[in-house]
Every structure is written in C-alpha cells, then in structure tokens.
Nanobody, 121 residues
Framework: QVQLVESGGGLVQAGGSVRLSCSTS????????MGWFRQAPGKERDFVVCTWNGITYYGDSRSVKGRFTISIDNAKNTVYLQMNTLKPEDTAVYYCAAGRRVGTRFIGDYWGQGTQVTVSS
C-alpha cells in the first residue's frame, strides 16, 4: 500500500508561484508513474500532468503547459509540482497520485488527501 502526503498549497496572488510536494511511502517509488490532478469547485477532477520513465505528459489542461512543471526526487521518494504565473482559474484542490500510464491516460491507483491552492486576482 502506497501512502501519499501533499504539502505546499495555500493562498497566492495571480502571477505568483507555488511548489507542491508529494512525499510517498510504502511502495517502490520508481515503479509508479507519478502525477497530479486538480478539482475546482463544482467541477470534476482533471488530470493535469504526470511523469513516467523521464517523460512528461500533460492532460487536457493544456493551459498549464509552460507554466507547470513536474519533477521527481527518487532519493526522497517525492514528486513536485512547480506552478508559475498562476491564474485565478488555477484555483483548485490539487491531488497527487501514483499509478500507471494506460494508452494516453494516467490512471491513479493511490491518492493523496489533496491540498488547496487558491489564486486571488
């Protein structure tokens, strides 16, 4: 069983930056694709980005490409999401997931509890 714990969310002004962290335990970190989803108020959870075998895949949230960067630290079993030039529409609960790539999709098998990111205008 893999446990994931996110941190780093909070309130930030538009144009600012936030880095989310997701520390994992209980599994073989390198055997999973690692990614991030987000869920805005009243909306479904959307896949944002994942990384697997050194390749980054973005979801339908193409608006984040060029602003959001995923990275991993295998020594710390941690995945990060660096978010720059934040916009109010980036406001959401961000979830970290460990899972697998299936075709063009990222399937999350294990989930963190989520961390709130609020971007003020």
């Amino acid at each position: 069983q893999v446990q994931l714990v996110e941190s780093g969310g909070g309130l930030v002004q538009a144009g600012g930056s936030v880095r989310l962290s997701c520390s994992t335990s209980g599994g073989t970190f390198s055997s999973y694709a690692m990614g991030w989803f987000r869920q805005a108020p009243g909306k479904e959870r959307d896949f944002v980005v994942c990384t697997w075998n050194g390749i980054t895949y973005y979801g339908d949230s193409r608006s984040v490409k060029g602003r959001f960067t995923i990275s991993i630290d295998n020594a710390k079993n941690t995945v990060y999401l660096q978010m720059n030039t934040l916009k109010p529409e980036d406001t959401a609960v961000y979830y970290c997931a460990a899972g697998r790539r299936v075709g063009t999709r990222f399937i999350g098998d294990y989930w963190g509890q989520g961390t709130q990111v609020t971007v003020s205008s």
